[in-house]
T-cell receptor
Framework: GENVEQHPSTLSVQEGDSAVIKCTYS??????FPWYKQELGKRPQLIID?????GEKKDQRIAVTLNKTAKHFSLHITETQPEDSAVYFC??????????????FGQGTILTVHP | DTEVTQTPKHLVMGMTNKKSLKCEQH?????MYWYKQKAKKPPELMFV???????INESVPSRFSPECPNSSLLNLHLHALQPEDSALYLC??????????????FGPGTRLTVT
């Protein structure tokens, strides 16, 4: 089955700096890669996603890049703000067959943005 | 309505009790999911329903029994749980897409404590 590795496990930055979180996946059939933000005591919220036919996607201060050959994808947050502090999870999904609908999550990155 | 709702928010139950968790969505999604999340860990998939039929069971113990009475509702029936089953139980929903993954929207979760 799919295996997703996420690094780093913790990331501390100053307000205004950029933050980068990286994930690698094992199943070349995976074709959908979402990123979720989870604040303490709250639900995971989808912040951005990318499909395998796209190399990069951007939404204001957040961007995701995908390298299908190397099987890795990254989340980039620019001009970080204290409210960006949360746990971020990457995930991969292959869709189709018996794995349909299954998201495999990375272990999470605790991002702390210091004012 | 763009929300997934879950009841109850908190549940404390003894090991001999029978209880149910409920999830509801009115986004017209035909795929619904149950996840279990332990503290500081990613969500772990338990069950997937597609068009009200169980499509994935991640080898979950039989003391957890899912039910999908209609396209908007998802239940998780609990019986004879163990203390290690204490966790946040998250429900999610998405569109059904045969060719690849779809955005999953999470409910706020039920915080379950087994005593």
């Amino acid at each position: 089955g799919e295996n997703v590795e996420q690094h780093p496990s913790t990331l501390s930055v100053q307000e205004g700096d950029s933050a980068v979180i990286k994930c690698t996946y094992s199943d070349s059939a995976s074709n959908y890669f979402p990123w979720y933000k989870q604040e303490l005591g709250k639900r995971p919220q989808l912040i951005i996603d990318i499909r395998s036919n796209v190399g990069e996607k951007k939404d204001q201060r957040i961007a995701v890049t995908l390298n299908k050959t190397a099987k890795h994808f990254s989340l980039h947050i620019t001009e970080t703000q204290p409210e960006d502090s949360a746990v971020y999870f990457c995930a991969a999904s292959s869709g189709g067959g018996t794995s349909y609908g299954k998201l495999t999550f990375g272990q999470g990155t605790i991002l702390t943005v210091h004012p | 309505d763009t929300e997934v709702t879950q009841t109850p928010k908190h549940l404390v139950m003894g090991m001999t009790n029978k209880k149910s968790l409920k999830c509801e969505q009115h986004m017209g999604h035909r795929a619904m999911y149950w996840y279990k999340q332990k503290a500081k860990k990613p969500p772990e998939l338990m069950f997937v329903y597609s068009y009200e039929k169980l499509s994935i069971n991640e080898s979950v113990p039989s003391r957890f029994s899912p039910e999908c009475p209609n396209s908007s509702l998802l239940n998780l029936h609990l019986h004879a749980l163990q203390p290690e089953d204490s966790a946040l139980y998250l429900c999610a929903s998405s569109q059904v897409a045969p060719a690849g993954g779809q955005e999953q929207y999470f409910g706020p979760g039920t915080r379950l404590t087994v005593t």
